[in-house]
C-alpha cells in the first residue's frame, strides 16, 4: 500500500548547463510524494546462479544470509560507486577488469546505489539485510556533488577524473504508452501520474529530474496554450486540487477523490522507477536515457522510451535537459601492495578504449 511522505519546502539553487546555457532558478516545492512500493521486476543477475539458491528477485534484500566481513587485507578492491551506470560496470568488471588482474585479484565487491561514499568511509561499514561489511572503500565513483563532498572531508588523493556522461533524461512510460505521453507537457495532466526518484534519500538524481522538467518547459519554443513552466512544475510536485471522477476518464461525474499526482521510490531509483510503471500506480517518470535504454532493453514487453530531444536511437537532448557526469576518484589511506596495484589497475580500466566501447554500447559516453 502506499504511503504519503512528509516533505518540507526543498531548497532551490542554480545550476549552469554545459553549452554556456544557463538554468532557471526552479520553484520551491510545497507538495509530497507518495511512496510506491509494488513487487519488484525479476532484474537479471550479474553472475550465473547455482544451487542452492537463495535469491528472491521480489524483496531485492538478503535478510537470510548473515555474516560480518571486518577483516579486510585480503580483499583487494572495495568499490563504492553511484548505480545509474551498473550495466556498463558490469560489462567493464567482468569481461575486463577481472579477467586481465587474475594475479592480483582475489576477493572483491562494489555497491551500484545512490552515493553512500562519504558515510562509507567514515563509518567503515555497509549493510545488507543480515550481511555487514566493515572493509573501506579505495575507489569511489560518483557525480560533482559528490566529488564536492569527497574533496571537503579531505577523503580522496589528488583530483578526481571524469569518466563518464550521459545523454539526458527521457520519459520511461509503459509499453504502448496507453496514456499517449508525447512531451513533457503531458505530464502535468490530470490522469498522469509521475514517478521520481526519492528527493530526500537520492537528491542527486532527483534534483536532476527536477530542474530539467521546469527549465525544459521554459525553453520550450512551442509551449502549449495556457501553459507556462511554473504551471507544469506546480501540476507535478505542488497539487493539492481534489479531482472528481469524469475528469479522470471514469463514467461517473459525481464525487471528489484525492487523486494521487506525485510518486517516488524510497532509496534506489532504477530500480524503483520502472518497477512503479510496470505494476505500481505511475504511468510515467524522467529518467536517465541510458537507464531507459537497458529497462527496454532487458523488459522490452514493459516499456516504451519518449525522448526529450533527438530519437530513441540517437537522443539529442533539448535545451534544459541536463546532462550528468561521474567521475573516479582515489580514497586517502594505507594500502598493501596488492590493494595499491589492483586500484591503479581499476583506475586504467575506467579510462581505457575499452570502456569506451562499453560505454556507448550502452548509450553512454566520454565527457
Not at 569481461?95 to 545512490?114: A, C, G, K, Q, V
Not at 505521453?181 to 503531458?186: L, Q
Not at 522510451?305 to 530519437?311: E, K, Q, Y
Request: glycine share 6%; proline share 7%; net charge neutral.
Amino acid at each position: 500500500m502506499a504511503k504519503p511522505l512528509q516533505l518540507v519546502a526543498l531548497s532551490i539553487f542554480t545550476i549552469v548547463l554545459t553549452m554556456n546555457t544557463s538554468y532557471a532558478e526552479v520553484p520551491i516545492i510545497t507538495g509530497s510524494p507518495t511512496i510506491d512500493k509494488p513487487k519488484l521486476l525479476e532484474w537479471p543477475l550479474d553472475i550465473d546462479a547455482t544451487d542452492p539458491n537463495l535469491s528472491e528477485p521480489t524483496a531485492n534484500n538478503i535478510n537470510d544470509l548473515h555474516a560480518r566481513i571486518s577483516k579486510c587485507d585480503d580483499i583487494n578492491v572495495v568499490l563504492s560507486t553511484a548505480g545509474n551506470y551498473h550495466m556498463a560496470l558490469r560489462d567493464l568488471w567482468y569481461d575486463h577488469f577481472l579477467p586481465n588482474n587474475t594475479e592480483i585479484i582475489r576477493n572483491w565487491f562494489y555497491t551500484t546505489s545512490p552515493p553512500i561514499s562519504p558515510e562509507q568511509i567514515q563509518n567503515l561499514t555497509l549493510t545488507f539485510g543480515n550481511v555487514r561489511l566493515e572493509c573501506r572503500p579505495i575507489i569511489a565513483v560518483g557525480p560533482t556533488g559528490l566529488m564536492t563532498t569527497l574533496t571537503d572531508l579531505k577523503l580522496i588523493e589528488g583530483d578526481p577524473i571524469p569518466v563518464i556522461k550521459n545523454h539526458g533524461n527521457v520519459i520511461l512510460v509503459k509499453k504502448g504508452n496507453p496514456k499517449n505521453i508525447k512531451t513533457i507537457w503531458d505530464l502535468g495532466r490530470k490522469n498522469v501520474k509521475v514517478v521520481t526518484s526519492n528527493p530526500y534519500t537520492e537528491k542527486g538524481s532527483f534534483s536532476n529530474y527536477r530542474d530539467s522538467i521546469y527549465n525544459i518547459a521554459l525553453n520550450d519554443p512551442n509551449k502549449p496554450a495556457n501553459w507556462t513552466a511554473e504551471g507544469l512544475f506546480n501540476a507535478i510536485f505542488n497539487s493539492t486540487e481534489k479531482f472528481n471522477k469524469h475528469s479522470l476518464g471514469h463514467s461517473s461525474k459525481q464525487g471528489a477523490i484525492n487523486q494521487v499526482k506525485w510518486l517516488s521510490g524510497q532509496r534506489i531509483h532504477h530500480r524503483e522507477v520502472p518497477w512503479s510503471i510496470a505494476y505500481g500506480q505511475a504511468d510515467a517518470g524522467l529518467i536517465f536515457y541510458h537507464l531507459a535504454l537497458y529497462m527496454v532493453r532487458t523488459f522490452p514487453d514493459k516499456f516504451d522510451i519518449v525522448p526529450l530531444g533527438g530519437t530513441v536511437e540517437n537522443p539529442e537532448p533539448v535545451s534544459g535537459n541536463k546532462e550528468a557526469t561521474l567521475f573516479v576518484a582515489k580514497i586517502k589511506g594505507e594500502l598493501n601492495n596488492d590493494q595499491y596495484l589492483s586500484r591503479e589497475e581499476l583506475i586504467n580500466a575506467y579510462t581505457s578504449a575499452e570502456f569506451d566501447l562499453i560505454l556507448a554500447r550502452h548509450g553512454l559516453l566520454r565527457p
